[in-house]
């Protein structure tokens, strides 16, 4: 344990909370007040006075307020009959607390005190409560205790017989009393067993038998066994009924006492004082309340109970009789539809609470103590004695010394932090608590950065710089900070205490904040308060200068703070969430280029205007399979306020709306999510099982785009043997693609219009493959890697990855996957698909034969510079066909380059079809013989005409023939 004093660095640690242990904080921080309440000297040190309206209605602010003290006083020895104070108000309004001191106050005074609390159920109370109360003041056992025990006994171990004697019972007093009963033996079954059941429940402490009927409205609705009645008659009455005879049955066969006549036996026994009967919480069965409130508002001169009743107005509705009201004193706690009490508000808040704290330090040594002797109630700190640990220590001062790890400012915040809902004192408490405790436990080595603050609104706005810094000293400002001249100050020890500034090291902060004087100093951000209150509790950090301001700053300043109350309660803070949310679409947007499916292409998702690309953690929606969780908790506070800032100005001022500063500065969370999102979406559209490929293919979606763009490249370029250096040489090429004319033209004359429409639509997108391939194969826009290519391409021929395309699975992939303005990816693997047939009726065909066997065999060793030599001497000759003459001169101007590459073809031609099983070469085969027989060389060679009226094909032998004999 560290305790360096302030200015010279380290962190401290209260010794107090090195000596308190676990199981005293929470029974110190208890919500049920009866724990305290056990510990008289811990409830006497933390209870402040209780002030409530006097009225039996209890709805109006307006009503008498009073003291606990006077409520009290209305409790005299000498009243005749019973005598009946009934507290109402919401759950955690202070009820149970003011039942303790009521309680106390009589004990003091030698009050027998029957003490009922919330776990006990109503057999509990007349089978034990009341015997083991009566025996422990007159030493003997209460008449009538046997049989309750019996009947509890019974229950437990027997609690079909007991439920069947039940149920028969009743219904013979029902029809006794004239009302028409029909039950069948199968319904009567259904009937005791539901009896069983509810029996069973009765017995066990706890939520259900604290407030037992056999027979709920819901339950008779649900189950029609439990209609017997056969006659007409509301729901309302037969429940009743029921109810009424059931409970009847049972305590006249066990001979048991209801709980008014146990009661009034024991309240005789007290001849010199009146015992007091608490109900810390007022839910009793149905069929003895109204015998209970009967025998409380009677007016009889022997009865000398004091009833002290606690409960939510529901729990106590039967109690509000014309006559109960006249004859009790009715208080509430809270006003009516709300939680505010009259003792705790924004004044009272930090004294509330001081207690609490207070006794941490109190217990070991008596370091905190205090003067109440005050008038107006406040606590006022008195020194620490002498040989105390705070009087040693000397760490804190006065301001805050018994509120440590808080200060007044943090209290106050976080009672004002609440809703209006929730300013109960338990509710107060508990979050005073939450926070403590993740301190005490390490969790937080800064309680102002608990998990326990992120449902209340941030208190104080600080700049975005201090957060960047340290999202442990933002938080320190905004709970700890006093505002004052738009400016928030800590004290410093608190910083060093908590290890979040080294004084040593001031170079570390951020400019922004200064140190001097023992404090450290921010501006406000955006939010100067008021000149009315411009001091440190208290002070509305909006104030008066929000008048003026344009909406979007508002509306900024307002949701700013909301983001702790976001992060816990989405569903409560949807506004805020919503601005969140439209931030991080469009930085995702931005980021992944539009729902980019692949970084640098068109290709995307297509996501709806509705949905989201993501669903948040702190919600509970179910992802769908183009959305990623997004964990709010794994981004700093400073960073999810700047997403939000963005997401308001992109909903009300779009043009104010900067992206590239937003994603400049939100730190690395949203590009991982961008990324996360990519991915998830290429393995569940591109590359899922159950898309593009047959069940028992091992291809992927790169695959899938090589053996597209070498099937184009060849219907593209049918001159070039597909090779890896050829696919990335047509890849570097920038010009369009198109399907080669000579190809075209066959294509359109021999295929049918189907298959051929399959190679115009898969020509029309190849510039969507190539984009593709240049992202999932390339080292650049101009360059391919020739590496992978050839592996691929070894390994995975493009015709046997096109064959391995299901129609079935092509309709499995989204809709929605397009490429931006173009076609959805699904309709390219359609065509993909259909090229793939259209080859298989290309590759009936087979090559050219004639024109490949021609070429081979009259242009292999041709010299067309001996060609022009000979047709040059035959141009002299009359006697040669005019027609000849022109055949041979439009031919011999053909370049000898032409005639090479014409035999090129052929060539590769032959060699591609030579028996090779591979369809992509007997693709190319045919591919190359059709271009080759469009080829200028061969079509001028083919119309050369040696003799009238005939075209010869064997030109290379006629023509040697003819030359020899033209020619010396």
Same mark, same amino acid.
């Given at each position: 344990?560290?305790?360096?004093?302030?200015?010279?660095?380290?962190?401290?640690?209260?010794?107090?909370?090195?000596?308190? #242990?676990?199981?005293?904080?929470?029974?110190?921080?208890?919500?049920?007040?009866?724990?305290?309440?056990?510990?008289?000297?811990?409830? +006497?040190?933390?209870?402040?006075?209780?002030?409530?309206?006097?009225? @039996?209605?209890?709805?109006?602010?307006?009503?008498?307020?009073?003291?606990?003290?006077?409520?009290?006083?209305?409790?005299?020895?000498?009243?005749?009959?019973?005598?009946?104070?009934?507290?109402?108000?919401?759950?955690?309004?202070?009820?149970?607390? $003011?039942?303790?001191?009521?309680?106390?106050? &009589?004990?003091?005074?030698?009050?027998?005190?029957?003490?009922?609390?919330? +776990?006990?159920?109503?057999?509990?109370?007349?089978?034990?409560?009341?015997?083991?109360?009566?025996?422990?003041?007159?030493?003997?056992?209460?008449?009538?205790?046997?049989?309750?025990?019996?009947?509890?006994?019974?229950?437990?171990?027997?609690?079909?017989?007991?439920?069947?004697?039940?149920?028969?019972?009743?219904?013979?007093?029902?029809?006794? $009393?004239?009302? +028409?009963?029909?039950?069948?033996?199968?319904?009567?079954?259904?009937?005791?067993?539901?009896?069983?059941?509810?029996?069973?429940?009765? =017995?066990?402490?706890?939520?259900?038998?604290?407030?037992?009927?056999?027979?709920?409205?819901?339950?008779?609705?649900?189950?029609?066994?439990?209609?017997?009645?056969?006659?007409?008659?509301?729901?309302?009455?037969?429940?009743?009924?029921?109810?009424?005879?059931?409970?009847?049955e049972i305590r006249n066969r066990y001979g048991t006492s209801s709980l008014d006549d146990m009661l009034e036996r024991v309240g005789e026994r007290f001849e010199d004082t009146r015992p007091a009967?608490?109900?810390?919480?007022?839910?009793?069965?149905?069929?003895?309340?109204?015998?209970?409130?009967?025998?409380?508002?009677?007016?009889?001169?022997?009865?000398?109970?004091?009833?002290?009743?606690?409960?939510?107005?529901?729990?106590?509705?039967?109690?509000?009789?014309?006559?109960?009201? #006249?004859? *009790?004193?009715?208080?509430?706690?809270?006003?009516?539809?709300?939680?505010?009490?009259?003792?705790?508000?924004?004044?009272?808040?930090?004294?509330?609470?001081?207690?609490?704290?207070?006794?941490?330090?109190?217990?070991?040594?008596?370091?905190?103590?205090?003067?109440?002797?005050?008038?107006?109630?406040?606590?006022?700190?008195?020194?620490?004695?002498?040989?105390?640990?705070?009087?040693?220590?000397?760490?804190?001062?006065?301001? *805050?010394?018994?509120?440590? @790890?808080?200060?007044?400012?943090?209290?106050?915040?976080?009672?004002?932090?609440?809703?209006?809902?929730?300013?109960?004192?338990?509710?107060?408490?508990?979050?005073?608590?939450?926070?403590?405790?993740?301190?005490?436990?390490?969790?937080?080595?800064?309680?102002?950065?608990?998990?326990?603050?992120?449902?209340?609104?941030?208190?104080?706005?600080?700049?975005?710089?201090?957060?960047?810094?340290?999202?442990?000293?933002?938080?320190?400002?905004?709970?700890?900070?006093?505002?004052?001249?738009?400016?928030?100050?800590?004290?410093?020890?608190?910083?060093?205490?908590?290890?979040?500034?080294?004084?040593?090291?001031?170079?570390?902060?951020?400019?922004?904040?200064?140190?001097?004087?023992?404090?450290?100093?921010? @501006?406000?951000?955006?939010?100067?308060?008021?000149?009315?209150?411009?001091?440190?509790?208290?002070?509305?950090?909006?104030?008066?200068?929000?008048?003026?301001?344009?909406?979007?700053?508002?509306?900024?300043?307002?949701?700013?703070?909301?983001?702790?109350?976001?992060?816990?309660?989405?569903?409560?803070?949807?506004?805020?969430?919503?601005?969140?949310?439209?931030?991080?679409?469009?930085?995702?947007?931005?980021?992944?280029?539009?729902?980019?499916?692949?970084?640098?292409?068109?290709?995307?998702?297509?996501?709806?205007?509705?949905?989201?690309?993501?669903?948040?953690?702190?919600?509970?929606?179910?992802?769908?399979?183009?959305?990623?969780?997004? +964990? %709010?908790?794994?981004?700093?506070?400073?960073?999810?306020?700047?997403?939000?800032?963005?997401?308001?100005?992109?909903?009300?001022? %779009?043009?104010?709306?900067?992206?590239?500063?937003?994603?400049?500065?939100?730190?690395?969370?949203?590009?991982?999510?961008?990324?996360?999102?990519?991915?998830?979406?290429?393995?569940?559209?591109?590359?899922?099982?159950?898309?593009?490929?047959?069940?028992?293919?091992?291809?992927?979606?790169?695959?899938?785009?090589?053996?597209?763009?070498?099937?184009?490249?060849?219907?593209?370029?049918?001159?070039?043997?597909?090779?890896?250096?050829?696919?990335?040489?047509? *890849?570097? #090429?920038?010009?369009?693609?198109? $399907?080669?004319?000579?190809?075209?033209?066959?294509?359109?004359?021999?295929?049918?219009?189907?298959?051929?429409?399959?190679?115009?639509?898969?020509?029309?997108?190849?510039?969507?493959?190539?984009?593709?391939?240049?992202?999932? &194969?390339?080292?650049?826009?101009?360059?391919?890697?020739?590496?992978?290519?050839?592996?691929?391409?070894?390994?995975?021929?493009?015709?046997?990855? &096109?064959?391995?395309?299901?129609?079935?699975?092509?309709?499995?992939?989204?809709?929605?996957v397009q490429f931006t303005n173009g076609p959805k990816l699904k309709n390219v693997a359609d065509s993909a698909y259909d090229l793939r047939q259209a080859i298989d009726e290309i590759n009936d065909?087979?090559?050219?034969?004639?024109?490949?066997?021609?070429?081979?065999?009259?242009?292999?060793?041709?010299?067309?510079?001996?060609?022009?030599?000979?047709?040059?001497?035959?141009?002299?000759?009359?006697?040669?066909?005019?027609?000849?003459?022109?055949?041979?001169?439009?031919?011999?101007? =053909? @370049?000898?380059?032409?005639?090479?590459?014409?035999?090129?073809?052929?060539?590769?031609?032959?060699?591609?079809?030579?028996?090779?099983?591979?369809?992509?070469?007997?693709?190319?085969?045919?591919?190359?013989?059709?271009?080759?027989?469009?080829?200028?060389?061969?079509?001028?060679?083919?119309?050369?005409?040696?003799?009238?009226?005939?075209?010869?094909?064997?030109?290379?032998?006629?023509?040697?023939?003819?030359?020899?004999?033209?020619?010396?």
């Amino acid at each position: 344990m560290s305790t360096s004093a302030p200015g010279t660095g380290g962190t401290y640690s209260c010794p107090h909370f090195d000596k308190i #242990d676990e199981t005293t904080l929470r029974r110190l921080f208890s919500k049920v007040a009866a724990v305290r309440s056990e510990d008289r000297e811990l409830f +006497d040190f933390t209870h402040r006075p209780i002030e409530v309206y006097r009225t @039996p209605l209890g709805n109006s602010e307006d009503a008498e307020i009073v003291t606990e003290a006077e409520v009290y006083g209305e409790f005299s020895e000498n009243r005749i009959g019973n005598f009946v104070v009934i507290i109402e108000g919401e759950v955690g309004t202070g009820k149970s607390e $003011l039942c303790a001191y009521l309680s106390h106050r &009589l004990t003091d005074d030698g009050r027998p005190i029957l003490h009922v609390d919330k +776990d006990d159920d109503l057999l509990s109370i007349l089978s034990d409560r009341i015997p083991k109360f009566y025996e422990e003041h007159f030493g003997e056992k209460l008449d009538g205790t046997t049989e309750f025990q019996q009947l509890r006994a019974d229950i437990q171990n027997n609690p079909q017989t007991v439920a069947n004697n039940a149920t028969s019972g009743a219904i013979l007093n029902l029809r006794k $009393l004239g009302y +028409d009963i029909d039950v069948v033996d199968e319904q009567e079954n259904a009937f005791r067993d539901f009896v069983r059941h509810k029996l069973q429940e009765l =017995i066990q402490r706890g939520e259900y038998g604290k407030e037992v009927k056999f027979l709920s409205a819901g339950a008779y609705a649900q189950n029609d066994f439990l209609h017997v009645f056969d006659q007409p008659i509301e729901d309302s009455e037969a429940l009743s009924l029921l109810n009424e005879q059931l409970w009847r049955e049972i305590r006249n066969r066990y001979g048991t006492s209801s709980l008014d006549d146990m009661l009034e036996r024991v309240g005789e026994r007290f001849e010199d004082t009146r015992p007091a009967l608490v109900f810390e919480d007022f839910s009793i069965a149905a069929m003895e309340a109204q015998k209970l409130r009967n025998y409380m508002e009677r007016d009889k001169g022997t009865d000398n109970w004091d009833f002290i009743v606690a409960g939510t107005r529901d729990s106590t509705e039967i109690l509000h009789t014309r006559t109960a009201e #006249d004859r *009790f004193e009715f208080y509430q706690t809270n006003v009516m539809d709300s939680k505010r009490v009259i003792f705790l508000n924004k004044e009272s808040a930090v004294d509330f609470a001081r207690p609490y704290l207070g006794y941490i330090k109190s217990i070991a040594d008596d370091s905190v103590r205090y003067d109440r002797t005050s008038d107006d109630g406040q606590l006022n700190l008195l020194p620490a004695p002498e040989g105390s640990i705070c009087a040693e220590c000397g760490f804190c001062d006065e301001h *805050f010394r018994d509120l440590f @790890p808080f200060n007044a400012e943090f209290l106050h915040r976080i009672y004002t932090g609440l809703d209006d809902s929730q300013q109960s004192p338990r509710e107060y408490v508990e979050k005073i608590f939450d926070v403590l405790e993740e301190y005490y436990h390490g969790d937080v080595k800064v309680p102002s950065s608990a998990r326990g603050l992120s449902p209340l609104e941030d208190p104080l706005l600080i700049p975005d710089a201090i957060g960047e810094h340290s999202e442990d000293l933002a938080h320190l400002f905004m709970w700890y900070g006093k505002v004052s001249d738009g400016q928030i100050h800590v004290d410093r020890r608190f910083s060093v205490a908590f290890g979040v500034d080294d004084p040593a090291t001031e170079d570390e902060l951020p400019d922004i904040i200064s140190a001097e004087d023992g404090l450290l100093t921010v @501006p406000t951000a955006g939010d100067e308060p008021g000149p009315e209150t411009r001091t440190g509790i208290g002070a509305d950090p909006r104030g008066d200068v929000r008048a003026g301001k344009p909406p979007v700053e508002l509306e900024i300043e307002q949701h700013l703070r909301k983001v702790g109350p976001w992060k816990e309660y989405p569903e409560k803070n949807f506004e805020t969430g919503n601005y969140l949310k439209r931030g991080m679409r469009d930085a995702l947007e931005r980021l992944t280029d539009n729902f980019a499916l692949i970084e640098g292409t068109r290709l995307r998702y297509n996501l709806s205007s509705q949905k989201e690309p993501f669903v948040l953690t702190n919600a509970t929606e179910t992802p769908e399979s183009f959305q990623v969780d997004i +964990d %709010p908790d794994e981004f700093r506070d400073s960073d999810l306020r700047k997403i939000l800032r963005f997401g308001i100005r992109r909903d009300m001022e %779009p043009a104010t709306a900067d992206y590239d500063s937003m994603l400049k500065k939100y730190g690395t969370h949203l590009v991982g999510y961008a990324i996360r999102w990519r991915r998830q979406l290429q393995e569940t559209y591109l590359n899922a099982d159950n898309v593009f490929y047959k069940r028992n293919a091992r291809y992927d979606f790169a695959d899938f785009v090589l053996a597209s763009y070498a099937l184009i490249v060849a219907f593209d370029t049918p001159t070039q043997v597909l090779s890896a250096e050829i696919l990335n040489e047509r *890849f570097a #090429d920038d010009t369009d693609y198109k $399907l080669d004319k000579a190809v075209d033209d066959w294509c359109e004359q021999n295929l049918d219009p189907d298959e051929y429409q399959s190679i115009v639509d898969m020509m029309g997108y190849a510039k969507y493959i190539e984009e593709l391939l240049g992202e999932l &194969l390339g080292l650049g826009r101009e360059s391919l890697d020739l590496r992978r290519l050839r592996k691929r391409l070894t390994r995975k021929s493009p015709y046997e990855v &096109l064959s391995m395309l299901g129609r079935g699975y092509i309709n499995n992939i989204d809709s929605r996957v397009q490429f931006t303005n173009g076609p959805k990816l699904k309709n390219v693997a359609d065509s993909a698909y259909d090229l793939r047939q259209a080859i298989d009726e290309i590759n009936d065909f087979g090559p050219d034969e004639d024109t490949l066997t021609t070429v081979l065999d009259e242009l292999q060793n041709l010299d067309m510079a001996h060609v022009r030599t000979v047709v040059e001497h035959l141009e002299v000759y009359e006697n040669v066909s005019s027609e000849a003459i022109e055949s041979l001169k439009r031919f011999k101007r =053909i @370049p000898q380059r032409d005639i090479d590459e014409a035999v090129r073809l052929a060539n590769h031609a032959n060699r591609l079809r030579g028996g090779d099983p591979n369809e992509r070469k007997q693709l190319q085969a045919i591919l190359m013989s059709v271009h080759l027989h469009k080829l200028d060389a061969f079509q001028r060679y083919d119309g050369v005409i040696l003799e009238p009226a005939d075209q010869v094909t064997g030109l290379g032998q006629k023509f040697r023939e003819v030359a020899e004999y033209y020619v010396e």
